[in-house]
């Protein structure tokens, strides 16, 4: 089952956090879309790799609740409400309120360069709590490869 | 042939979307233009509450058999967003989303903003007549860009 990890802010809060699902929390600041506001804008899904055989993605949308049922809606009208193919994991990040408007303030024009620069210093601030969070959902919930790997028992 | 889904989709899923849904089901087919009892008259027109964001609501089926759809996303720009969810579902063939925010008039903006959000229809809605009068030129067209094969005789 793909998983989209989805934020209030995607290019800052839920890159992060799905870096740290997919152990790649050391990529964050090298990645191009940490801070990239045309991704942010464009408010598509953000493919960030893969777990298994799963696909890993994460979004920024100021509603997590439509984003989740608009997903659960995808899933009815194509009949795999058993078994959806890609789950919405909605992540809140309380005590941070200020990155949204910081991310909003990075859409301007000319002094946009500036906001984005607090937002990632912002994101830096939290980034542990992140990607422990991300760890600690994937431990929670291991991919199917992972489990696979485990050692077979000794059939002696 | 496939059938598909064709969702039409705006920020409040409450009057553009709504009479574009309508128009492509084939559901407006008064010669009167545009048939404003019928569009007042019609399910989902200006009735959206809070619980109906994120769903996606059927408004019919068109000529070809194709299933209409209508949502409201409390976004005015979910394009992407949408688009993105039907693929990383490997579902881009199933569905087509069709954006009616560009017809979204300042009539309709404040009409529907007074009567839904405010919960003043007494105020909204002579408002939002005007937006549709205005609107619904562009919404037959849209539906005509949009249409399969058998829509323009419900156009015509």
Not at chain 1, 71 to 91: A, C, H, R, W
Not at chain 2, 29 to 44: G, M
Not at chain 2, 118 to 126: Q, Y
């Amino acid at each position: 089952m793909n998983l989209l990890f989805a934020a209030r802010t995607g290019v800052f809060e839920a890159l992060t956090l799905g870096l740290g699902y997919l152990n790649q929390e050391d990529q964050l600041e090298t990645s191009s879309v940490f801070g990239n506001m045309e991704t942010e804008k464009a408010g598509e899904l953000i493919y960030l790799g893969k777990s298994g055989d799963d696909d890993i993605y994460c979004v920024g949308n100021k509603h997590l609740d439509i984003v989740v049922r608009i997903n659960e809606e995808i899933n009815t009208l194509l009949g795999q409400t058993d078994s959806p193919s890609l789950k919405v994991i909605p992540v809140s990040v309380p005590g941070n309120e200020s990155l949204y408007p910081l991310s909003r303030l990075a859409m301007l024009p000319l002094v946009g360069s500036f906001f984005t620069a607090r937002a990632k210093s912002s994101t830096l601030k939290i980034k542990d709590q992140l990607v422990s969070a991300g760890k600690n959902f994937r431990a929670v919930n291991p991919a199917p490869a992972q489990a696979a790997a485990k050692p077979l028992p000794d059939p002696r | 042939m496939n059938l598909i889904k064709i969702v039409y989709f705006d920020y409040g899923g409450s009057h553009s979307s709504v009479v574009a849904a309508h128009i492509h089901a084939g559901k407006l087919d008064s010669p009167q233009t545009p048939p404003i009892k019928e569009i007042i008259n019609l399910p989902y027109f200006d009735k959206t509450q809070k619980d109906d964001f994120g769903k996606i609501r059927p408004a019919g089926t068109d000529a070809d058999g194709n299933a209409i759809y209508v949502l409201g996303t409390k976004n005015s720009d979910s394009g992407g967003l949408l688009t993105s969810l039907a693929e990383a579902q490997d579902a881009t063939q199933e569905f087509r989303f069709v954006d009616t925010m560009p017809y979204v008039n300042m009539w309709l903006r404040i009409g529907g903003w007074l009567s839904r959000s405010l919960s003043l229809p007494l105020l909204g809605r002579p408002l939002i007549r005007t937006g549709i009068k205005a609107a619904y030129p562009g919404l037959k067209n849209l539906v005509r860009e949009t249409g399969k094969t058998g829509l323009m005789e419900v156009l015509e």
